[in-house]
């Protein structure tokens, strides 16, 4: 079975610009959160969606935001994109929102110039 | 605040010897754990969990301990393979907003590092 997959793996953006970065939950999955990593630190939660609402949403500015769709995938959305937004971006999902082990896919590589 | 931090940023480990690795976290009402392992390039993958009602569990080759009076955990790997060779993380559930959402909490990460 296909686990949690990301797109794209790496992308490179300038100061200011947008970015939408994608994610499908393992099948079955109906919760999907997204996570910040940046190098040499664990990764800090940003969002929780469940049933295409969010439920949960960590530390972070009003430039991120993300939605789910009927099929459970979900796009993380960054705009107004500063240097330090540079990280990997990490989803994971899990069956239910009560089901807590979650499971990661292998991040997308946000570089911002 | 709410943390997650390990004691030992670096572990230097002969290949055959076993592996501890160890953690503390803050909240002490946090009733689930996990440890998940995170190579080069690579997203964090899910090794073992603990519940705040059990004090060991064991998995292949791997015991995770928890010790609720210290709020301590820790990952017992054994028999150290070359493959071990990773970054692990312990992960602290954390309930949000009565239980509407739940986040991890994670740690700076410990890199394990296996010689021959």
């Known amino acids: 079975d296909a686990g949690v997959t990301q797109s794209p793996t790496h992308l490179i953006k300038t100061r200011g610009q947008h970015v939408t970065l994608r994610c499908s939950p393992i099948s079955g999955h109906k919760s999907v959160s997204w996570y910040q990593q940046v190098l040499g630190q664990g990764p800090q939660f940003i969002f929780q969606y469940y049933e295409k609402e969010e439920r949960g949403r960590g530390n972070f500015p009003d430039r991120f935001s993300a939605r789910q769709f009927p099929n459970y995938s979900s796009e993380l959305n960054v705009n107004a994109l500063l240097l330090g937004d540079s990280a990997l971006y990490l989803c994971?999902?899990?069956?239910?929102?009560?089901?807590?082990?979650?499971?990661f896919g292998d991040g997308t590589r946000l570089s911002i110039l | 605040g709410e943390s997650v931090g390990l004691h030992l940023p670096t572990l230097s480990v002969q290949e055959g010897d076993n592996s501890i690795i160890n953690c503390a976290y803050s909240n002490s009402a946090s009733d689930y754990f996990i440890w998940y392992k995170q190579e080069s390039g690579k997203g964090p993958q899910f090794i073992i969990d603990i519940r705040s009602n059990m004090d060991k569990r064991q998995g292949q080759r791997v015991t995770v301990l928890l010790n609720k009076t210290v709020k301590h955990l820790s990952l017992q790997i054994a028999a150290t393979q070359p493959g071990d060779s990773a970054v692990y993380f312990c992960?602290?559930?954390?309930?949000?907003?009565?239980?509407?959402?739940?986040?991890?909490?994670f740690g700076a990460g410990t890199r394990l590092a296996v010689h021959p």
């Open positions: 994971a999902s899990s069956s239910t929102v009560q089901q807590t082990a979650q499971h």
């Open positions: 992960a602290e559930n954390f309930w949000g907003s009565s239980g509407g959402y739940n986040k991890l909490i």
